[in-house]
């Protein structure tokens, strides 16, 4: 960022009418601090991204939406938590204005997050590359057969698994589906990303953790469309014998966090650890 200056700032928001509105109200707080407002849509058609941050205004949902943009434009990301839980947004709505007065006042870190990279070889089409904050899901429907999956870490196989699917997540998303499917909870930092299991029909089975420097691809083994998920949406489908190899990306995201917040106080907070 040029001359430790914030001079152009972009809100990234979700359609509702409250949302909207806060987002006009903090518009018109920063233009009259001198600061130039890029609007939702109009990030992505931004020409210059030169001294630019996103406030994302919303829930995890939003943030990682806003997160794409992020990683594509090259620049930090400032979370505010309109929803419910609320894991990657660093301060709360109750405290919007002054946490843009902390912003445009420098008072802040920027945390680099590695994100991951999952790449689909398939007879059927050429290669798709999807980058991912949270994590990547392969998963089965209702009426889909049980998934079948063999799975090689660094072209050394691992196993074969009959599963409903599976989830690879970041350190960041390990709060994410995985917490909810027994993964562990991993410091953000952390250079490791983890492969959990939905519902194995071995209960060895069990988490792994692997390294940023592994690669780790799976190869689809059963008949059927199987649904494949970048941070919770659907991107596409594999059928029988596709391969999707996940790995560290060469990109990664910026997280812009106030002096005064950590981890700790957030996994206190959501969980009340402690307390």
Known sequence: MGENRIKKVGIFYL??????????????????????????????????????????????GTFLKASRLAIKLGVPIFGVNLGSLGFLADVEGVDIYSAADAVLNWDFLIEKRSILKSTIVSEESENIEFNAVNDFVIMRSIEDRILQA????????????????????????????????????????????SLVFIAPHKLSARPVVFSNSDKVSVRILSDGHFSFQRDGEEVTKLIMF?????????????????????????????????L
């Open 15 to 60: 359609d509702g009418i409250y949302i909207e509105e806060l987002a006009k109200e903090l518009s018109s707080y920063l233009s009259k601090k001198g600061v130039g407002i890029v609007i939702k849509d109009e990030i992505k058609n931004l020409q210059d991204a030169k001294d630019l941050i996103i406030i994302s205004l919303g829930g995890d």
């Open 150 to 193: 063999e799975i090689l870490a660094n072209g050394i196989d691992v196993g074969k698994f009959r599963i409903d699917g599976l989830v690879f997540s970041t350190a960041t998303g390990s709060t994410a589906y995985s917490l909810s499917l027994g993964g562990p909870i991993i410091v953000p930092n952390a250079d490791v990303f």
């Open 242 to 274: 596709d391969r999707v190899t996940v790995q560290k990306s060469e990109k990664e995201l910026s997280i812009i966090h106030l002096k005064s917040k950590n981890f700790f106080d957030v996994l206190n907070k959501k969980f009340g650890w402690g």
